[in-house]
């Protein structure tokens, strides 16, 4: 396996760590503050990421996550690994090159099985960062680590599908610039386990839809991209808002979620590596009982820790990436499973170190640390939680021996 980055890969990184040097860590204060000034903090994006976002596409620093050519920047997920790790050191980064989650799976979906009406409809201005998107499968009244489980309906009538259901963790719902949300739901109950479901284009404007309150994560509200629970009530949309075909929205779901999971990763890595940094920095300069804290036994080894088990995590991520551009997703799953483990619980173990370094100051709002613990914390469970991938790590291993 050859992890070396190509001299376009190696310009890019150049340019996106320039970039974020200059324009992506001073604003993040600036961000906060804005958003903090406005009436509520549901009511509009903060004015610096829409100039920030201007700056990237300038750039040339947009859609780099998307494989396609056509529409992205033609990467494969071997190339985009580091530059989605150092967009994973900054909260606001992932947005600011439209790199951010749910857009960026949402945009694949569209890419890779949407017709061409829905791909000039929704697909386009999510690409040209005019719009963003919603991602309603998680339900709160089934366990939807098992997406078989999910009892939303999406039932035709004649030209039209009607949904019912309630949905959470519909991430992005709250921002106001979000206009659609791709829902999964049961089509036919009756068919095999996994051909019951379908997704399907819901315009968050139709009729029906309500956003019935917005989710916290360990306080923090996320606002204005937000997480919100969503009822469904007989909603009504043309037939042609299907994607791909009825009966494949488990396979979709699939074809999604492999992507999707080796980016949180990626940025996952980043946000421990800025972690360490800051870490780094701080005991250098901070004494306690005569010496640095740098000079301390017990900080060592925390350092020593975190620069081993960033390299591990960063190691086998590459080595998914590798895998799914070579023999592809399926063939790939073991390890996509294992970087899923991996990664949240590393970043979390490094930046919980870096918060004990910091002393009080790590778990406040004056450095990112807190709001990168609780990111990184919901990452066990976001896109199948740690032990949903561990049985099946274990299963194949397992099948090595039938």
Aim: hydrophobic share 40%; aromatic share 6%.
């Amino acid at each position: 396996m050859d992890f070396s980055y190509s001299e376009k890969v190696q310009r890019l990184i150049q340019k996106l760590s320039v970039f974020m040097e200059e324009h992506i860590y001073p604003n993040e204060k600036v961000y906060e503050q804005q958003l903090n000034e406005q009436d509520t903090r549901w009511s509009a994006v903060p004015p610096i990421i829409e100039e920030l976002k201007k700056k990237a596409k300038q750039e040339g620093l947009w859609n780099l996550f998307l494989p396609d050519a056509q529409y992205g920047a033609g990467l494969s997920n071997l190339e985009y690994a580091p530059l989605c790790e150092i967009m994973g050191r900054s909260p606001i980064a992932p947005e600011v090159f439209n790199c951010n989650a749910p857009d960026t799976g949402n945009m694949e979906v569209l890419a890779r099985y949407g017709s061409e009406e829905q791909k000039k409809r929704w697909l386009l201005p999510l690409l040209n960062g005019e719009i963003r998107s919603c991602f309603s499968m998680t339900e709160p009244d089934v366990a939807s680590s098992d997406a078989t489980n999910i009892q939303a309906s999406i039932v035709r009538n004649g030209d039209e599908y009607v949904i019912s259901g309630k949905k959470w963790w519909s991430s992005g719902a709250g921002d106001p610039r979000c206009k659609v949300a791709i829902v999964m739901g049961k089509t036919n109950p009756d068919a095999p386990k996994h051909e019951q479901q379908s997704m399907i284009i819901v315009p968050l404007d139709t009729p029906g839809v309500k956003i019935e309150r917005m989710l916290s994560v360990f306080g923090y509200d996320h606002a204005p991209h937000g997480h919100a629970e969503i009822t469904y009530e007989h909603v009504r949309v043309p037939k042609e808002n299907i994607i791909w075909a009825e009966g494949k929205g488990f396979a979709i779901a699939q074809g999604r979620l492999g992507p999707g999971r080796i980016h949180h990763c990626m940025r996952l890595i980043g946000a421990a590596e800025r972690a360490l940094e800051l870490m780094c920095q701080r005991v250098k300069k901070r004494v306690a009982f005569g010496k640095t804290l740098a000079e301390q036994g017990v900080i060592q080894d925390w350092i020593a820790q975190s620069r081993i088990e960033i390299e591990q995590a960063r190691l086998l991520t590459l080595k998914a990436a590798y895998m799914m551009d070579t023999v592809g997703n399926k063939a790939a799953k073991t390890e996509i499973a294992m970087i899923k483990v991996v990664a949240p619980n590393v970043a979390l173990k490094v930046i919980d170190r870096a918060i004990q370094a910091f002393g009080a100051a790590g778990v406040s709002d004056d450095v990112p640390l807190a709001a990168q613990w609780a990111s990184a914390r919901t990452l066990r469970l976001a896109d199948g939680p740690d032990e949903v991938h561990k049985a099946q790590i274990a299963k194949l291993e397992l099948k090595k021996y039938d």
